[in-house]
């Protein structure tokens, strides 16, 4: 299992890797995009033989697992006929790249005079120099378990750097000094092989300058360890019949790509007592504004709430009550493609090349077709989304200005941006700075699946719909297919993948709009769907809650997935509703769980996940255990814990019990399928 994306490495010699593709039918343009680049479909496009059809690229990769696709024109993503391919548990295939360099030829063990230079590597671009909490974090990637010694060198002051997190190819190395403001270079040791890194690559002590600024934005800082509640907007409650479609069917009825069951305004306003009882400090809507589809993804107007969700007065004053209550609003931007109907593509459908929109789009020939292949890029290939040129001055500022118009009528905190890889990363980069210049505070979060280094480096997003975490908790938990260590040392790469700061704000999840109900994948068993749940609401980050998911509803994938919310379930009876309350309010009310640094824990155990959770005096631990069988623990404890731990220790959760054997040493008895988190009175 290859855990997580690691940043970028400055490498010795060349890991080139070149990609190769004859497309079936005539392409005018072909990418590859895959776990490298974050599945972004536009930073590598290939090129074609000048004598034939093939397409080509080379790209700098890191040693490891790839998982790839090439897009043709734009919208068509296609595996690798010549690759082996999987499936990805969510209805997607992608072919396999398993990429090692000569020097991966050996497997790796600590001591054995050898080391696998092509994986060393430190890039100051990608966070491996951040200043965090009166810190100066110097991070380096090198191949696991390959050396005996790694030095940060300072001023000719060997500094040891600590093993932060690690998947089955690569670890991460960590050394912490306050306000470094000297040059530095690194020393990497196994028996009597030395390996010196400097700023010119492997063999130079040249060394590396400090950033003696913070270079990168930061994320707002409201928003670490907030609690999301995300809403289908057609789905969650329908408050008023006056504006109904024709045709909307009972709230009960099976979902359907087309059907409308009435879910407005009036609805969320009416919930707004649960929603607060919940102890949520955010609501993402699903896009709002007006557009032909149930989803609402296919946007006519974005100066306009869809007259079926209910007014522009209406939702202005649904957010100022929602903010009156401590609830932040989140909206959905579709910046990427619009609706047919939208007024420029409107326009090139009726005046063809006469239309002054004509470069907003990408028009391949006149007139205008739609069906299973138009004549124009369009998001995924479907018609009904043609996909917007950003590059043009004219459709980019009509976009950016969508901003300026929701600031100023609705109490906005934050825009959560739809396919946003699919996007020019110079568009974000715009887009952030209209954001920050209307409101500093506006949270900017970027839909991805997958690494998000490239986006989250202060100059674009925030934030990314954490996708990665969903992967443990579903192969984890739900699945049974890992071990708590897998999931764990998955979680503590991702962690350590980014900057702490970002980490601390990445929109975790369980599931989505896009994606099955997680109780669905547990199969049905409400004691896994708790046990995610706990995971969720106790590891670093945002966490956002699926509509219903708190009440145990079921769905598989689109469109099934986007039932009406079954407010039946919503009782003091139903257990799961309680966790998830109990959770959040534990949550809120503890300063180590909601933006506490993370430590793993060392146990003895292919069941349970333990880690620690540390905010200045505020400290915790989270004990996660998927066995059906009791579980006893026993868990060595740092020296700095000892003071912590001289107090009475509880489970805040209630069924964990909690003794003290001997010095250094906590023994927990874990009921089957259950967490514990345990705190110091």
């Known amino acids: 299992m290859i855990a997580a994306l690691i940043p970028t490495l400055i490498q010795a010699g060349g890991l080139e890797h070149e990609f190769v593709f004859v497309p079936l039918n005539q392409a005018s343009s072909v990418t590859v995009a895959g776990t490298f680049n974050g599945w972004n479909a536009m930073t590598h496009p290939m090129k074609k033989d000048v004598s034939g059809p093939v397409w080509r690229a080379k790209l700098r990769l890191r040693p490891g697992r790839h998982l790839y696709k090439f897009v043709v024109n734009g919208s068509e993503w296609l595996p690798d006929p010549k690759a082996p391919n999987e499936k990805d548990g969510d209805g997607n295939v992608n072919s396999v790249l398993n990429f090692l360099p000569a020097d991966f030829a050996q497997p790796a063990k600590a001591g054995d005079g050898r080391l696998s230079v092509s994986a060393i590597g430190h890039d100051q671009s990608e966070g491996d120099f951040n200043t965090y909490r009166g810190q100066s974090l110097i991070k380096l990637t090198l191949r696991a378990d390959d050396a005996e010694r790694v030095w940060l060198v300072v001023k000719g002051r060997r500094v040891p750097m600590n093993r932060l997190s690690a998947d089955d190819l690569l670890e991460i190395r960590q050394a912490g000094l306050p306000s470094l403001n000297s040059p530095y270079h690194f020393v990497i040791e196994d028996g009597a092989k030395k390996v010196i890194l400097g700023s010119k690559g492997i063999g130079s002590d040249e060394p590396f300058q400090p950033i003696t600024r913070q270079e990168a934005a930061q994320p707002p800082k409201w928003t670490a360890g907030l609690v999301l509640y995300q809403v289908f907007a057609d789905r969650f409650a329908n408050g008023s019949k006056g504006n109904d479609p024709e045709g909307v069917v009972a709230w009960n009825s099976q979902p359907h790509y087309y059907n409308w069951f009435g879910g407005d305004v009036a609805g969320v306003l009416s919930k707004s007592s649960y929603l607060k009882s919940l102890g949520i400090g955010a609501l993402y809507f699903n896009p709002v504004f007006h557009g032909p589809s149930n989803h609402r993804y296919e946007t006519t107007d974005y100066n306009k709430v869809d007259?079926?969700?209910?007014?522009?007065?209406?939702?202005?004053?649904?957010?100022?009550?929602?903010?009156?209550?401590?609830?932040?609003?989140?909206?959905?931007?579709?910046?990427?493609?619009?609706?047919?109907?939208?007024?420029?593509?409107?326009?090139?459908?009726?005046?063809?090349?006469?239309?002054?929109?004509?470069?907003?789009?990408?028009?391949?020939?006149?007139?205008?077709?739609?069906?299973?292949?138009?004549?124009?890029?369009?998001?995924?290939?479907?018609?009904?989304?043609?996909?917007?040129?950003?590059?043009?001055?004219?459709?980019?500022?009509?976009?950016?200005?969508?901003?300026?118009?929701?600031?100023?009528?609705?109490?906005?905190?934050?825009?959560?941006?739809?396919?946003?890889?699919?996007?020019?990363?110079?568009?974000?980069?715009?887009?952030?700075?209209?954001?920050?210049?209307?409101?500093?505070?506006?949270?900017?979060?970027?839909?991805?699946?997958?690494?998000?280094?490239?986006?989250?480096?202060?100059?674009?997003?925030?934030?990314?719909?954490?996708?990665?975490?969903?992967?443990?908790?579903?192969?984890?938990?739900?699945?049974?297919?890992?071990?708590?260590?897998?999931?764990?040392?998955?979680?503590?790469?991702?962690?350590?993948?980014?900057?702490?700061?970002?980490?601390?704000?990445?929109?975790?999840?369980?599931?989505?709009?896009?994606?099955?109900?997680?109780?669905?994948?547990?199969?049905?068993?409400?004691?896994?769907?708790?046990?995610?749940?706990?995971?969720?609401?106790?590891?670093?980050?945002?966490?956002?809650?699926?509509?219903?998911?708190?009440?145990?509803?079921?769905?598989?994938?689109?469109?099934?997935?986007?039932?009406?919310?079954?407010?039946?379930?919503?009782?003091?009876?139903?257990?799961?509703?309680?966790?998830?309350?109990?959770?959040?309010?534990?949550?809120?009310?503890?300063?180590?769980?909601?933006?506490?640094?993370?430590?793993?824990?060392?146990?003895?155990?292919?069941?349970?996940?333990?880690?620690?959770?540390?905010?200045?005096?505020?400290?915790?631990?989270?004990?996660?255990?998927?066995?059906?069988?009791?579980?006893?623990?026993?868990?060595?404890?740092?020296?700095?814990?000892?003071?912590?731990?001289?107090?009475?220790?509880?489970?805040?959760?209630?069924?964990?019990?909690?003794?003290?054997?001997?010095?250094?040493?906590?023994?927990?008895?874990?009921?089957?399928?259950?967490?514990?988190?345990?705190?110091s009175n």
């Open 307 to 679: 007259w079926r969700f209910g007014t522009n007065s209406e939702f202005a004053g649904l957010t100022k009550e929602l903010q009156r209550l401590g609830i932040r609003t989140i909206l959905d931007g579709v910046f990427n493609h619009t609706s047919t109907d939208f007024h420029a593509f409107k326009s090139l459908r009726t005046e063809g090349e006469k239309s002054p929109f004509q470069n907003w789009f990408f028009v391949k020939s006149f007139p205008i077709t739609g069906g299973r292949t138009p004549n124009y890029l369009a998001w995924n290939g479907y018609e009904s989304m043609p996909k917007v040129n950003l590059d043009n001055p004219a459709a980019r500022a009509y976009m950016l200005n969508v901003l300026d118009f929701w600031n100023k009528n609705a109490e906005i905190s934050g825009w959560r941006l739809d396919v946003a890889n699919e996007v020019s990363m110079d568009f974000w980069r715009a887009f952030r700075m209209r954001a920050k210049s209307l409101d500093p505070s506006l949270w900017i979060i970027g839909e991805n699946w997958g690494n998000g280094s490239s986006w989250l480096k202060g100059d674009q997003w925030d934030s990314q719909m954490g996708y990665e975490f969903r992967q443990a908790a579903i192969s984890w938990i739900a699945k049974g297919q890992w071990n708590a260590q897998q999931a764990s040392r998955h979680l503590f790469s991702v962690y350590h993948t980014y900057r702490p700061q970002v980490s601390q704000n990445l929109m975790n999840l369980l599931g989505s709009h896009d994606t099955p109900r997680f109780l669905t994948e547990c199969g049905g068993d409400k004691r896994l769907a708790a046990l995610g749940a706990t995971l969720l609401l106790t590891w670093p980050g945002s966490p956002s809650i699926y509509y219903g998911d708190e009440l145990g509803m079921e769905g598989g994938a689109d469109p099934m997935n986007r039932k009406g919310m079954q407010w039946e379930l919503a009782s003091q009876s139903n257990t799961l509703l309680s966790h998830y309350k109990k959770l959040i309010s534990l949550r809120n009310s503890t300063p180590a769980l909601r933006t506490g640094d993370p430590e793993p824990l060392i146990l003895k155990s292919d069941s349970v996940m333990g880690f620690s959770r540390t905010e200045g005096n505020s400290r915790c631990l989270v004990f996660v255990n998927r066995s059906s069988n009791e579980q006893v623990i026993d868990v060595p404890l740092r020296r700095d814990w000892e003071s912590w731990t001289r107090h009475r220790l509880r489970d805040a959760l209630g069924s964990a019990k909690v003794a003290r054997p001997g010095r250094g040493l906590l023994r927990l008895t874990l009921a089957p399928v259950s967490g514990a988190v345990i705190l």
